[in-house]
C-alpha cells in the first residue's frame, strides 16, 4: 500500500495548492485516505484524512476551514486543496492509507514538499 503524492511546491501566504494522491495495487473503497505532514524539528501532525462509504472528512485544528479533502473511488485519486496558506504550514506532506482515519497509517508515500514563503 503505497500512495503517491504530487503538487506540491512553493506558494506565498495566503495563497493556495492542490495536493493530489493516487493509490494502485489496492482497492482505494477499502480504505481511509489522509495526509499528515512534517516539519523539522517538529512532531508528526495529522492533517486530515477522509473515509470510505459514507464519506466522512476530519481536519486538524490548525487547518480547519482552510482545507478541503475529497476522494475519487473510480479515479483511485484523493486531493487537498489547502487554501490561506500560512508561513506555518510549510512542511513534506504525506498521504496515507488507513483503516480507520485516526488510527496509524498502514501505508504512505514518499512526500511532497510544501513551503510557504514570501
Known amino acids: 500500500v503505497q500512495p503517491v503524492e504530487s503538487g506540491g511546491g512553493l506558494v506565498q501566504p495566503g495563497g493556495s495548492l492542490r495536493l493530489s494522491c493516487a493509490v494502485s495495487?489496492?482497492?482505494?473503497?477499502?480504505?481511509?485516505i489522509g495526509w499528515f505532514r512534517q516539519a523539522p524539528g517538529k512532531e508528526r501532525e495529522g492533517v486530515s484524512c477522509?473515509?470510505?462509504?459514507?464519506?466522512?472528512?476530519y481536519y486538524g485544528d490548525s487547518v480547519k476551514d482552510r482545507f478541503t479533502i475529497s476522494r475519487d473511488n473510480a479515479r483511485k485519486r484523493v486531493s487537498l486543496q489547502m487554501n490561506s496558506l500560512k508561513p506555518e504550514d510549510s512542511a513534506v506532506y504525506y498521504c496515507?492509507?488507513?483503516?480507520?482515519?485516526?488510527?496509524?497509517?498502514?501505508?504512505w508515500g514518499q512526500g511532497t514538499q510544501v513551503t510557504v514563503s514570501s
Open positions: 496515507a492509507a488507513y483503516v480507520q482515519c485516526g488510527r496509524e497509517p498502514v501505508g
Open positions: 495495487g489496492f482497492t482505494l473503497d477499502y480504505y481511509a
Open positions: 477522509i473515509s470510505g462509504s459514507p464519506a466522512k472528512t
